[in-house]
């Protein structure tokens, strides 16, 4: 029949759908399938559940001894990364060696560069105890051994010969002088000659100046004579005095040697199999010689400071500060004495200082200072040897941080440097403390955005981070998982000293992670989420007395954290309720339907429902999305917008053109709205307003569509229909609601108890969908009818009510341009160009273009 007919036709009733079974909306876990009862039973977790891609690529990254091999394991946030790869590296790291022990110590060659020595692990503290002994020992013992008779003699020998020697270079330099007339004295400032009176005493200087002119010329005479020869003499005394300031160090030296060298000789030996601290312990011994003289002062000043008594048995550090003893002292860099294997750093706030270390300063005197005893290890000295586990949020937020990094993984060299200084905020002069060599893997944890955004953009990331780690946010649902996922269980258990989970509470558990997932063929592989559930779960189970963790503490646990974030939901539902917010559950309504959305606060997300509606008029504007002229719509529901425009000239627009205008909007939205969810509701919203047929409002509907009418899936599924659901429940089931669905959507459902027993019980519906024209018929009631091979659509089908109603607007549209044209006085169209212009019956012949099909015509 054509579809230019005026004759009222009769509607063709649509075939009858049949909604979803319960089965099909939820998948639990039989406990039978499961070997075991309780948690407890089960083995602790080995690896990294259900990651098979991110562990072998984390195998890889750490087995691969080849530089820049280091590990970026990216994935959503909340998937346990972080603690998943702490669990698996130490798991690792028992079987690696225990790196070597890094301790500074004073460079005597060149003080500004202190040394860096490894020892075994464990030597490290060893040493440094024995060098603070050692200490001790001196301190205690040094001091005696010059206190001993046969020192003091020896020193007596030595002090008199010297005192003998001068007195008789001094008495012949004085009879030379008194020869000449002149006599010596001895004064502060030293040797003087001065003339002999008469009676052989030294003139006062104001006799001299009275002396005859004749005796003081002959005294004149002689006295470069007699000065040439005191200074001589002085010469003499100056090298005795040298001589035995040498023989007096030299005596010291050998004392305190055989003291010292018994004392270092048990620490040498001690090393003996570390070459490099037996070299440093020879250069302690023989600056201590070489300074034995400021030694001993230090010597007096310890007495005093114990009272003269015996060295307390293990003196700190501090004690040594400020004193030429500090340099023999050691700082304990590293310390493995209680590590087993590699050691597994994770550092939470890598800062520059907390990466490669810092040196500390104190005031004194109004400047800073600084020495080897006061730098201080970083994450990447603990690690070395091991592995290093940061976050690159955490690292990027740090100013340097990176750069600092990144260095030292190239050098291969963890280098303490001054940054204040290098930045010029402080004028002081610090260490250039002697690079220590750096093996270690890097695992940088993070989500995607950053991986392709350093890839991209820091020339140095693809050569220092090779392996990628992808962590997928979900795992098949299999049963093997399954029992991995009790194991989890059971190792938080035992970490954490909970109540073991029962058979049938790992089975909620299991669920849950499903609805996590949004699957019924996946389980979420964000184990954050499920050890928060595991942790509440323990308590609720303690709080109601139960030994062990329960089915109904699980449930307990989901529904309280869901209640806890849910204000704003509820908020929502009152106002619909209240018809604040206008939604219809009931009746029918021409260009009006029941949209879904979700929303997202938090940690929390929940689904409602929103009234679309639709106007259409004569025109040529197409479809115009109100949201969008409003600014708030987002860039993917603009483009599910314009695929309406194609779907409708794909379906209605080959015989005649699309003449129409016609506004979309989300009714009482006053926040953006983003995502093509939306689109087949949209759609149906048009259809109706074109065809004048009502549209259920107790069936809401979700779902994109494509530009040939097929429904897409779309996301957040259970949250849309449990939203729905809320508000119908609130005002009452009438056993003829529900919720239209994608048909892809049905392996993705994992609804609420609630919501499967109301489909159970015959009181909700959901119906799944692969086509517009079946949703068409759900909401209408009325066929949708398919196109005939002449082009034309059966009559009284909800299509042909559309193509008529279109072609009725575009002779409309054509007949009010005409009259336009005529009040404009324009020249009158010839016949064949009105014929051109006006929309013609379909021809019988051809059929539509195969090229072009559509679902479900």
Avoid at 378 to 383: D, Q, R, T, W
């Amino acid at each position: 029949m054509s579809s230019s007919s005026t004759t009222p036709a009769t509607p063709v009733p649509a075939p009858e759908y049949k909604p979803l079974e319960a089965a099909a909306l939820r998948r639990a876990v039989d406990p039978a399938d499961l070997a075991f009862t309780s948690t407890e039973e089960l083995s602790h977790l080995e690896g990294i559940i259900g990651q098979e891609r991110a562990t072998r690529a984390v195998r890889f990254g750490l087995g691969i001894e080849a530089p820049g091999y280091n590990i970026f394991a990216l994935g959503p946030a909340g998937a346990g990364r972080t603690t998943t790869i702490r669990r698996y590296l130490r798991q690792v790291a028992v079987e690696r060696p225990t790196p070597p022990d890094w301790v500074y110590v004073f460079n005597f060659e060149d003080p500004d560069e202190p040394l860096a020595l490894s020892l075994p692990a464990g030597k490290g503290a060893l040493l440094r105890q024995r060098m603070d002994e050692l200490l001790r020992d001196v301190v205690e013992q040094l001091p005696q051994a010059f206190e001993t008779e046969q020192y003091q003699e020896h020193r007596s020998q030595l002090i008199r010969r010297y005192q003998k020697q001068r007195e008789a270079l001094l008495e012949q330099v004085k009879q030379l002088a008194q020869a000449h007339g002149y006599t010596i004295l001895e004064t502060p400032m030293g040797l003087a000659l001065a003339p002999l009176g008469p009676d052989g005493k030294p003139l006062p200087p104001d006799q001299v100046e009275n002396l005859p002119p004749h005796v003081k010329a002959q005294l004149d005479a002689v006295r470069d004579q007699v000065e040439e020869a005191l200074e001589k003499t002085m010469r003499q005394i100056y090298e005795l005095e040298k001589q035995l300031r040498r023989a007096l160090v030299n005596l010291d030296r050998q004392v305190a040697a055989s003291v010292l060298s018994y004392l270092f000789e048990d620490v040498r030996r001690e090393f003996q199999d570390v070459p490099e601290v037996v070299r440093w312990l020879e250069a302690c011994l023989q600056d201590m010689l070489d300074n034995i003289h400021a030694l001993r002062q230090v010597l007096v000043a310890m007495a005093q400071m114990t009272g003269g008594g015996e060295v307390p048995p293990s003196l700190p550090m501090r004690h040594w500060e400020d004193t030429p003893l500090a340099r023999y002292t050691v700082n304990l860099l590293v310390d493995h004495r209680k590590t087993q294997g590699a050691p597994v750093i994770y550092e939470p706030n890598p800062t520059v200082h907390n990466l490669v270390g810092r040196q500390e300063f104190k005031a004194r005197f109004g400047a800073l200072i600084t020495d080897f005893t006061m730098l201080r290890a970083g994450a990447l000295h603990k690690a070395n040897g091991g592995y290093l586990v940061l976050n690159i949020v955490d690292l990027l937020r740090q100013p340097l941080a990176w750069e600092a990094l990144k260095r030292a993984l190239k050098t291969g060299e963890i280098v303490i440097e001054d940054i204040p200084q290098q930045l010029g905020f402080f004028p002081t002069v610090g260490l250039r403390p002697k690079p220590i060599p750096l093996h270690v893997k890097v695992v940088l944890i993070g989500e995607p955005l950053y991986y392709y955004l350093l890839y991209a953009l820091d020339e140095d990331f693809p050569e220092l981070f090779k392996v990628r780690a992808d962590f997928a946010p979900d795992m098949p649902w299999t049963r093997e998982h399954v029992l991995q996922v009790a194991q989890f269980v059971h190792t938080l258990c035992e970490e954490e000293d909970l109540p073991h989970f029962t058979v049938e509470a790992v089975g909620v558990l299991v669920a849950h992670a499903g609805r996590l997932a949004s699957s019924q063929k996946k389980l979420t592989a964000r184990f954050g989420l499920l050890a928060d559930i595991i942790r509440e779960a323990a308590y609720w189970a303690s709080d109601a007395g139960h030994e062990q963790v329960q089915a109904e503490d699980v449930r307990k646990a989901i529904e309280e954290r869901a209640y806890r974030s849910r204000m704003w939901e509820e908020r929502i539902r009152e106002l619909i309720l209240d018809n604040v917010i206008y939604i219809d559950t009931e009746g029918k309504a021409v260009g009006q339907i029941n949209g879904l959305a979700v929303i997202t606060l938090g940690d929390y997300t929940f689904g409602r429902p929103h009234r679309i509606t639709a106007r259409v008029s004569l025109g040529q504007a197409g479809v115009i999305n109100i949201e969008r002229e409003a600014k708030l719509s987002g860039r993917i529901h603009d483009k599910g917008v314009l695929i309406l425009s194609g779907f409708l000239a794909g379906r209605y627009a080959q015989d005649k053109p699309l003449s129409l205008s016609a506004t979309l909007t989300f009714e009482q939205s006053y926040e953006g709205v983003e995502g093509d969810s939306a689109s087949s509701a949209e759609l149906y919203a048009i259809l109706s307003a074109l065809a004048g047929i009502p549209l259920r409002q107790d069936v809401a509907v979700t779902g994109s569509v494509n530009q040939r009418g097929q429904i897409q899936p779309v996301g957040g599924i259970n949250e849309k229909i449990e939203g729905f659901f809320a508000v119908c429940k609130a005002r009452g089931l009438t056993g003829t609601q529900g919720v239209i669905i994608p048909a892809t959507n049905v392996q993705h459902l994992m609804l609420k108890d609630e919501v499967v027993q109301a489909v159970q019980d015959g009181q909700f519906h959901i119906y799944p969908i692969r086509t517009v024209d079946e949703g068409l018929e759900i909401l209408t009631g009325i066929a949708a009818g398919r196109r005939a091979p002449d082009g034309t659509w059966p009559e009284g089908t909800v299509n042909w009510y559309v193509d008529r109603r279109l072609r009725q607007m575009a002779m409309r549209l054509r007949q009010f341009g005409r009259a336009r044209e005529r009040e404009e006085g324009r020249p009158k169209k010839t016949e064949e160009e009105a014929n051109e212009e006006t929309p013609q019956e379909p021809p019988k012949e051809p059929p539509t273009p195969p090229d072009v099909p559509e679902q479900g015509e």
